[in-house]
């Protein structure tokens, strides 16, 4: 008998469940840790959400199956925030399914469409689930560039030119889920004709569509036209609404994709608890000053913790999106690696990060910090990273 079974066998240790479990050691051991490492929101639903979530439980007929593909009323509410929002039409029976976020859509989706020996170009550094969704699957991943510059380009090419079988399917993630960058609208026009030339279906991951700055919004690859021809997007209420545990995500575009997405998940669940399905129809239909309001608290917290952290000594750049920034480790600690890094600011600094080669090997010299606290926590996570850091023999800036 074999010792390991053979999907386990093609899944690494899981590099930030290292970090996790020393993080949840030291809180047992009564230590203060200051959790920056997961993108878990701090802040609660809006209360008109919550209320209808309440509402709807209470009815004797709420409790049984739902609808495997979402209640028809939820799948028209997305319809709506795609046309509002994107200008994008979409037919909520052929082009719309609800997921349980958008981790499972894309898990579920990948069982849909490939088999074993299928190539999918996925980028690195990634959020695990766009590589290992697809290995759970069977497929075998060839990794292209996260930053959206010429050598991604190149990239895409050599891929199709030297790769046996050629490559079918194509992971984008923007704002990126770890490096927080963006792309432009021109960036996705490219991106579908070159689909189109090769024949490759791209799946883009738009989990964070709410979370921009600066007064730049996000993009969605549907606005392309034709996009739909090769196209389905995931968006999730994680984090636009601090939905996170609520665990509601969406897939819209391709009708083909959403029909393959459908029927696998008919066979693997009933859908969401219907109450939740509810509220989060009342999210999307309600008032839309929560998002704004998140929108702008992250913003500040960005804002905070870049210079905090700077005059500690730790220089961060500003994430234009996301509700994460990707941070180089400081130069004279560089030689440590993430995950060693990430484990002695847990120790010392009292701080948890994520290590950024738990994103993809090309994640290594960099962390992932996410914004998931309070401004004055964000503060006293800079006190203690310059205290170990100057322990460290780390020059750090005059405190002003």
Not at 21 to 35: F, S, V, Y
Not at 189 to 198: I, P, S
Request: proline share 8%; glycine share 6%.
């Amino acid at each position: 008998m074999e010792d390991e079974f053979y999907r386990i066998k093609r899944l690494p240790p899981y590099v930030i469940a290292e970090v996790n479990a020393m993080r949840h050691a030291a809180r047992q051991a009564g230590k203060d840790i200051i959790d920056l490492g997961m993108g878990n929101p701090d802040l609660p639903p809006p209360q008109h959400v919550l209320d209808k979530l309440c509402e709807v439980a209470q009815k004797p007929d709420a409790h049984g199956y739902s609808q495997s593909k979402g209640i028809p009323g939820l799948r028209r509410a997305q319809a709506n925030y795609y046309a509002n929002r994107f200008n994008v039409e979409l037919d909520p029976e052929t082009e719309v399914v609800v997921t349980m976020g958008s981790k499972e859509g894309l898990a579920s989706l990948a069982t849909a469409i490939t088999a074993p020996g299928d190539v999918v170009l996925a980028p690195n550094p990634s959020y695990p689930i766009h590589t290992f969704g697809f290995i759970i699957a069977g497929a075998t991943i060839r990794s292209v560039p996260t930053t959206p510059d010429e050598d991604y380009w190149r990239s895409l090419d050599r891929a199709m030119a030297f790769t046996v079988p050629r490559p079918s399917i194509l992971i984008v993630n923007y704002p990126s889920n770890p490096t927080a960058e963006t792309v432009d609208l021109a960036f996705y026009e490219r991106l579908v004709a070159w689909a189109k030339e090769n024949k490759v279906w791209i799946l883009s991951d738009l989990a964070y569509s709410e979370l921009y700055y600066d007064g730049n919004p996000t993009r969605s690859i549907l606005e392309v036209p034709g996009a739909k021809d090769v196209a389905v997007e995931f968006t999730s209420m994680s984090k636009t609404y601090s939905m996170a545990g609520w665990r509601i995500g969406f897939a819209v575009g391709n009708p083909k994709l959403i029909a393959a997405l459908t029927r696998v998940k008919s066979y693997l669940d009933y859908g969401a608890f219907t109450p939740i399905q509810a509220a989060a129809c009342a999210a999307l239909n309600g008032p839309q000053d929560i998002v704004e309001r998140n929108r702008q608290l992250y913003q500040k917290r960005r804002d905070v913790m870049v210079e905090a952290f700077g005059r500690a000594g730790w220089d961060i750049p500003a994430p234009k999106a996301s509700m994460f920034a990707w941070a180089p480790l400081p130069p004279a600690l560089k030689e440590m690696g993430s995950l060693e890094f990430s484990k002695q600011l847990l120790t010392h600094a009292e701080v948890a990060v994520a290590p950024g080669v738990g994103y993809g090997e090309d994640g290594e010299g960099y962390v992932r910090i996410a914004m998931v606290e309070n401004e004055q926590r964000l503060r006293q996570a800079a006190r203690n990273v310059k205290r170990y850091l100057t322990s460290m023999g780390v020059n750090t800036p005059a405190a002003s």
